[in-house]
């Protein structure tokens, strides 16, 4: 009995130890700099400002709000801003984005409007340090040649950011090389989706999903879907260590106020949130 209370004490410590996220030097996480951001801008995909457009940040940009986006590469190495591996949903093309080169990809236009797939690069010299930005890095693979592409142009921006990822390897990397910047755990309740448990990968995702590589990244914020607040693994880190914690995407005022219970920092789209246009949030967008 006693060896059996002895195992499950070391289970439960490893597990605590497993999704520990940063505590030793940890920076402070006011460099968020804002508790709204625009999920992918303030686009309207149904307008003329779709999502991760550069008409979708300036539309963020002037109403004040912080902006989340995602940077890929292209097939000559290029940072460009566009959510999805392929272009089926927003240009209508089978190829995969990193299977193009910038040139190519800039012929396109998103769901048949004017705007193109914006560089990382006009991107940043366009909000000019005016917002804060929650950058997402995506790479589907173990490559981290993102990181090495995205680092020096964020670097050289006169401005304030923080970078998230759904890849533990982009963290680790990040905590190696970068560690002065703040990086954070994206993660989703992927076992609760069908088509995420079907997949060959589904032990790596419960990983993620549960934050159990946060011993390998020890990140310093957790971005989880709002869907999915109540992981056991999320609310450990929150009343453990007291985490900072954003979500992602709240999509109206109710889910709001339901994800003000438990997150530090909301990643919005589909609605305008009430109470940033009523200037309660005092923070604006500053980080020193």
């Not at 004040?64 to 999805?84: K, M, N, S």
């Not at 705007?115 to 940043?124: A, C, G, R, V």
């Not at 006169?158 to 890849?167: D, R, T």
């Not at 056991?232 to 007291?242: E, T």
Request: proline content about 5%; some cysteine.
């Amino acid at each position: 009995m006693i060896k059996f209370l002895i195992i499950i004490g070391v289970i439960i410590i490893m597990y605590i130890l497993a999704i520990m996220p940063r505590v030793i030097r940890r920076p402070d996480c006011s460099a968020f700099g804002t508790r709204f951001f625009a999920h992918r801008g303030l686009h309207d995909n149904a307008g003329d400002a779709p999502e991760n457009s550069m008409r979708a940040f300036e539309r963020a940009v002037r109403a004040g709000f912080g902006i989340e986006l995602d940077v890929q590469l292209t097939a000559d190495g290029v940072p460009v801003i566009f959510h999805d591996h392929d272009l089926k949903r927003m240009c209508g093309r089978p190829e995969k984005v990193r299977s193009l080169t910038f040139a190519q990809l800039r012929e396109l236009r998103l769901l048949q409007t004017d705007q193109q797939i914006p560089s990382l690069k006009e991107f940043l010299e366009m909000v000019g340090g005016r917002v804060t930005l929650l950058v997402e890095l995506k790479e589907e693979r173990q490559d981290v040649s993102v990181c090495r592409k995205v680092m020096p142009l964020l670097e050289n921006y006169q401005g304030c950011y923080c970078i998230e990822s759904f890849n533990p390897a982009v963290l680790l990397w990040l905590r190696i090389h970068k560690p002065h910047i703040m990086r954070g755990q994206l993660s989703d309740g992927f076992l609760h989706i069908p088509e995420y448990r079907r997949l060959h990968i589904a032990w790596y995702l419960a990983l993620v999903q549960n934050l159990l590589l946060n011993f390998v990244t020890r990140p310093d914020f957790i971005a989880y879907n709002v869907k999915f607040a109540s992981n056991p693994s999320l609310r450990l880190c929150q009343s453990l260590f007291h985490a900072y914690t954003a979500t992602w995407t709240v999509k109206s005022e109710e889910q709001l106020s339901e994800a003000k219970k438990h997150f530090d920092a909301y990643i919005f789209d589909s609605f305008v949130p009430a109470e940033f246009i009523a200037g309660a949030d005092s923070s604006d967008n500053v980080i020193s």
